[in-house]
T-cell receptor, first 117, second 114 residues
Framework: AQSVTQLGSHVSVSEGALVLLRCNYS??????LFWYVQYPNQGLQLLLK??????LVKGINGFEAEFKKSETSFHLTKPSAHMSDAAEYFC???????????????FGTGTLLAVQP | KAGVTQTPRYLIKTRGQQVTLSCSPI?????VSWYQQTPGQGLQFLFE???????NKGNFPGRFSGRQFSNSRSEMNVSTLELGDSALYLC?????????????FGAGSRLTVL
């Protein structure tokens, strides 16, 4: 069965430091991959998605992620953290090998990012 | 354009009661999905509708049900509420249902069961 693993339930960085949030997926066929962000008391907002075009995907707010098939990874990075980046981040997959069309997402357990001044 | 609207935003119920949550998708979107978010289980897929047909269902008991209307608005119902049903219920909409579609989420309905 498809699964997503996010290493590190809590990550703390200093303002201006590199942000690296890790995501690995398990699938024999590369799935569609997404990163979503959730701010307190809000729904999920899409940061970026990978659907088999360029392996380096640029998203909103300066975030980007690189799809590495050999490592089954899709880590999220941002060169310089800002206080407003403090939120919970979710990696998600939409498997390609479903029998029919579906938007079903399988989410990782999330990583809570804290940004220290 | 307006986003995904979920009502009510907050509600409190007691065990044994039932609840109905509503979701109005973005205009033109035909696919609506529902997710349950809890601290213990994280985000779990409940069901997905496309043009009034249930396309997919998650691993939840039959107490959880849903439907989609001809205007794409969707409702989910939970009967015989249990304490463990306390959660944030998120609705998401998209235009198509190909897997590569981006889901736009609403702010959620936070259900507390006492």
């Amino acid at each position: 069965a498809q699964s997503v693993t996010q290493l590190g339930s809590h990550v703390s960085v200093s303002e201006g430091a590199l942000v690296l949030l890790r995501c690995n997926y398990s699938s024999s066929v590369p799935p569609y991959l997404f990163w979503y962000v959730q701010y307190p008391n809000q729904g999920l907002q899409l940061l970026l998605k990978y659907t088999s075009a360029a392996t380096l995907v640029k998203g909103i707010n300066g975030f980007e992620a690189e799809f590495k098939k050999s490592e089954t990874s899709f880590h999220l990075t941002k060169p310089s953290a800002h206080m407003s980046d403090a939120a919970e981040y979710f990696c998600a997959v939409s498997p390609r090998n479903y029998g029919g069309a579906t938007n079903k997402l399988i989410f990782g357990t999330g990583t809570l990012l804290a940004v220290q001044p | 354009k307006a986003g995904v609207t979920q009502t009510p935003r907050y509600l409190i119920k007691t065990r044994g009661q039932q609840v109905t949550l509503s979701c109005s998708p973005i205009s033109g979107h035909r696919s609506v999905s529902w997710y349950q978010q809890t601290p213990g289980q994280g985000l779990q897929f409940l069901f997905e509708y496309f043009s009034e047909t249930q396309r997919n269902k998650g691993n939840f008991p039959g107490r959880f049900s849903g439907r989609q209307f001809s205007n794409s608005r969707s409702e989910m119902n939970v009967s015989t509420l249990e304490l463990g049903d306390s959660a944030l219920y998120l609705c998401a909409s998209s235009y198509g249902a190909s897997g590569a579609n981006v889901l736009t989420f609403g702010a959620g309905s936070r259900l507390t069961v006492l």
